[in-house]
């Protein structure tokens, strides 16, 4: 029905980058720029880490906690020229406690993508999706 005006070459960019994330394949980090920005903006590490070697520490070191992760994207809105937002839900079980989180369809979370010249230049991690949305104005 109708013509759908043609995916940005970001948005293929950061929906290629969750699809190998939700066949949980984390190892690749070539669609980073080598001095990416990543910030985990609230959970029990926020900070910033500069670069794809810290970057891929500070992820292995969210994945180790968990067993049986997995992230599933909900739903991508192209923000601007260089911002996509992903909104998505993450579950798995706590290795050390033994809780399964999100039993009931995940935690609604989120992450911005912000890619310039078919690199991300940052990433940005939220494990409360409505502040992801108040950070960027558009909560309610």
Not at 79 to 84: A, G, N, P, S
């Amino acid at each position: 029905m109708g013509d759908n005006p043609p995916m940005s070459a970001n948005l293929d960019l950061v929906r290629s980058i969750y699809a190998s994330w939700e066949r949980g394949d984390w190892s690749s980090a070539g669609w980073a720029h080598p001095q990416i920005e990543f910030d985990i903006a609230d959970g029990p590490e926020p900070g910033i880490r500069i670069g794809v070697a810290a970057m891929a520490e500070s992820w292995q070191g969210w994945l180790s906690a968990w067993e049986d992760y997995r992230i599933e994207a909900e739903e991508y809105r192209e923000l601007d020229q260089e911002c996509v937002l992903v909104l998505n839900r993450y579950g798995g079980r706590g290795r050390t406690s033994g809780l399964e989180i999100g039993e009931a369809g995940g935690t609604r979370a989120a992450t911005i993508f912000y890619v310039r010249d078919g690199k991300v230049i940052r990433l940005v991690g939220y494990n409360n999706r409505d502040r992801a949305l108040a950070d960027l104005g558009l909560a309610g």
